[in-house]
């Protein structure tokens, strides 16, 4: 942190606009470039630093069995990016589910549920950070998918999207599921950063497969959620700075963060929704529960606070009810 707030500092020194456009550049190659070697991804990857949203489940015997499971069980998966190239991710196929040799689901399965589920990491995380929640949804009998987000894991080639881009990249996971089980009852679910990308995934042209959404604790927007990190983090102002950051991301990484909205894309909902949030968390303001439900017009919503569940931790500080609520809520609109 000291790094990032020395370059942004230095930038400032400089004169004119040159100085503000170098404090843009830093914050966008310490928080959204994960090639950069003073980004928080390449700490994370060299040891010197944590996901930022998985810290509370490093010691969870749960999570350990979960992740032990997840890389045993898990299959490659892809698909055509709309900027070139491929996006990556894991799936694993439910019990009775069968791959035909063209790809697609034989008519040897016995499932016949037909349910799937794919999971949205959040921001500096990975995919097997939701084993614990792909383990219980296999043994419920859905098929799970594990899309890497843009500039994290398997897609670390990317600059990160914060949920925008990714959102877009949903339809592409979703249209590899019905492709493969056009009777596929699809259920999205994201936790922080994941969480705003099915969120801003809800506003758009869904299929008809897919039939609820599930967010924990996402942001109201890429915007709103880098003014808090500005000032609970690195104690810089946000302007001009990220102004300045959000200049060169939309030149750079091709969106704006203020046009990042889970509340706008909210407005188009439809499909019923699940809204969760731990009353603690000071990463994603436990404010922002409110903001991000009132906004969503889909006809059937909840909304679920976790009583003293700091950032991301609802689902491990109270495991029993998290599990029946998200559980009771899939069986119903699924």
Not at 233 to 250: G, I, N, Q
């Amino acid at each position: 942190m000291i790094r990032i707030a020395g370059a942004i500092a230095a930038g400032l020194v400089a004169l004119g606009g040159a100085g503000f456009t170098a404090a843009g550049n830093a914050l966008f190659e310490f928080a959204l470039n994960p090639r950069s070697k003073r980004s928080i991804m390449s700490h994370i990857n060299f040891g010197e630093a944590s996901g930022l949203d998985v810290g509370a489940f490093a010691a969870d015997p749960f999570r350990r069995e979960a992740r032990a499971w997840f890389e045993q069980a898990r299959r490659d998966a892809c698909i055509p990016a709309r900027d070139g190239g491929e996006l990556r991710g894991w799936r694993i196929w439910g019990q009775g589910v069968v791959p035909g040799d063209d790809g697609r689901r034989s008519i040897a399965s016995t499932d016949t549920e037909h349910r799937y589920l794919i999971l949205c990491h959040g921001y500096s995380g990975q995919p097997s950070d939701l084993s614990g929640e792909a383990m219980l949804a296999h043994r419920a009998g859905f098929s799970v998918l594990l899309p890497a987000a843009r500039g994290h894991e398997r897609n670390s080639d990317r600059y990160v999207g914060m949920g925008w881009l990714d959102a877009n990249d949903l339809l592409g996971w979703i249209d590899m599921i019905v492709d493969f089980d056009p009777d596929a009852r699809i259920a999205l679910y994201g936790v922080s950063m994941g969480g705003a990308e099915v969120m801003m995934a809800s506003g758009l042209d869904l299929p008809p497969q897919v039939k609820c959404i599930v967010e924990d604790c996402g942001y109201t927007s890429v915007w709103d959620e880098f003014v808090v990190q500005m000032d609970n983090m690195m104690h810089l102002p946000v302007h001009p700075l990220l102004d300045a950051a959000e200049t060169v991301c939309r030149a750079r990484a091709g969106y704006g963060f203020r046009e990042a909205s889970s509340v706008e894309r909210l407005k188009r909902a439809r499909v019923p929704m699940m809204f969760i949030h731990g009353t603690e968390d000071a990463f994603v303001p436990y404010g922002m529960l409110d903001r991000v439900y009132d906004a969503c017009a889909s006809a059937i919503k909840e909304k679920v606070p976790f009583e003293g569940a700091r950032h991301g931790e609802s689902s491990h500080s109270d495991p029993e009810r998290y599990w029946n609520v998200v559980s009771g809520f899939l069986a119903r609109c699924l």
